[in-house]
């Protein structure tokens, strides 16, 4: 797996439609999770934090729009996206749906094409550096489709990983990341890293980003991880 692909967790009690969509995403480069039921969402967020989460509206035992209602009323879970899919197509519905929290709502039968475009759009709120955004902080530019860096408008080296730390903060400026979340963010849940290794590519990352001169603009917060800003 590779760290840059943002992870979706599918939740669809129909098998067929579970696997149509698993497919249908990893086509497009996604690296896909997969729950039968509401429980087995709620425990998979918990393991794994997906960055966007495709949902079920009618399962049995608990309902999507239950599972939907218990995460967005949590801090930790809150800002993940959910596209809420129902072959409920009343306005009424719909409300509901949006209402409870999710950001989206399919109606079902859907174009697969129109739902991997609503995918990508909510994902440009969450990761935009893996839809191809440029992203800006400061006087510091980092352009993932060219995979370039430039600060006060010098070019910068950066290494593969310093590219992908700098996106991850680049993404959520001031937020304090640990360096548990940035290896799981940064080097993939399948890969293990001890967390000492964050702290090297940190230090190659503030010399890659003051090589022409200009402040660390990364942040140390003691006890808990790092942070842009």
């Given at each position: 797996m590779s760290a840059d692909q943002p992870t979706v967790l599918v939740v669809e009690d129909e098998l067929a439609q579970r696997e149509v969509l698993a497919y249908n995403?990893?086509?497009?480069?996604?690296?896909v999770i997969r729950a039968e039921n509401g429980d087995e969402a709620l425990l998979l967020v918990e393991e794994d934090c997906p960055d966007i989460i495709v949902l079920d509206w009618m399962m049995p035992n608990l309902s999507g729009i239950e599972v939907c209602r218990r995460l967005k009323t949590r801090p930790d879970t809150r800002s993940i996206p959910i596209i809420m899919l129902s072959a409920r197509s009343e306005e009424v519905d719909k409300v509901r749906g949006l209402e409870t929290g999710a950001d989206d709502y399919v109606v079902k039968p859907y174009s697969v094409v129109e739902l991997m475009a609503r995918v990508r759009t909510q994902l440009r709120r969450v990761?935009?550096?893996?839809?191809g955004i440029r992203l800006e902080y400061d006087d510091i530019i980092l352009d993932s489709e060219t995979h370039k860096v430039s600060r006060d408008n010098r070019l910068l080296k950066l290494g593969p990983t310093e590219f992908r730390l700098l996106s991850t903060f680049m993404e959520k400026p001031g937020r304090v990341w640990s360096r548990e979340q940035l290896l799981d963010r940064v080097w993939g849940r399948d890969i293990y890293v001890d967390t000492r290794t964050v702290d090297v590519h940190i230090g190659r990352l503030r010399k890659a980003l003051t090589q022409h001169g200009g402040?660390?603009?990364?942040?140390?917060?003691?006890?808990?991880?790092?942070?842009?800003?």
């Open positions: 995403l990893d086509a497009e480069g996604f690296r990761r935009p550096a893996t839809v402040e660390d603009p990364v942040r140390t917060v003691r006890g808990a991880g790092y942070a842009l800003g």
